[in-house]
């Protein structure tokens, strides 16, 4: 079993800034690419920012410059760094990743989600 944890989320002023975090645990052989989504109520799920392995890096265009997407691979660890937060920011955040499990062809994880909720 692979378990996706995320942190960080909470409440916080518009302009101000958020750190989330997204753990990767269990019988892990590699980790592909990792990616944080978020989903406000009433919304489809959208892609905020994603990683690949190597390091390349996207971003959605509404956070492009404010988010910093990043990993630590010998932590199995994914980061988004929010800054300059916005009251459209608020939502549910949830992690991604694509695991390969030691014997089990790799698969798409999610976590349990965070919510991100800016307000004044």
Not at 75 to 89: G, I, P, R, V
Not at 102 to 108: C, D, L, W, Y
């Given at each position: 079993?692979?378990?996706?944890?995320?942190s960080?989320?909470g409440?916080?002023?518009?302009?101000?800034?958020?750190?989330?975090?997204?753990?990767?645990?269990?019988?892990?052989?590699?980790?592909?690419?990792?990616?944080?989504?978020?989903?406000?109520?009433?919304?489809?799920?959208?892609?905020?920012?994603?990683?690949?392995?190597?390091?390349?890096?996207?971003?959605?265009?509404?956070?492009?410059?404010?988010?910093?997407?990043?990993?630590?691979n010998?932590?199995?660890?994914?980061?988004?760094?929010?800054?300059?937060?916005?009251?459209?920011?608020?939502?549910?955040?949830?992690?991604?990743?694509?695991?390969?499990?030691?014997?089990?062809?790799?698969?798409?994880?999610?976590?349990?989600?965070?919510?991100?909720?800016?307000?004044?």
């Amino acid at each position: 079993q692979v378990q996706l944890v995320e942190s960080g989320g909470g409440l916080v002023q518009p302009g101000g800034s958020l750190r989330l975090s997204c753990a990767a645990s269990g019988s892990i052989f590699s980790i592909y690419d990792m990616g944080w989504y978020r989903q406000a109520p009433g919304k489809q799920r959208e892609l905020v920012a994603g990683i690949t392995s190597g390091g390349i890096l996207t971003y959605a265009v509404s956070v492009k410059g404010r988010f910093i997407i990043s990993r630590d691979n010998a932590k199995n660890t994914a980061y988004l760094q929010m800054n300059s937060l916005k009251l459209e920011d608020t939502a549910v955040y949830y992690c991604n990743a694509e695991i390969r499990r030691i014997g089990v062809p790799r698969t798409s994880s999610w976590g349990q989600g965070t919510q991100v909720t800016v307000s004044s």
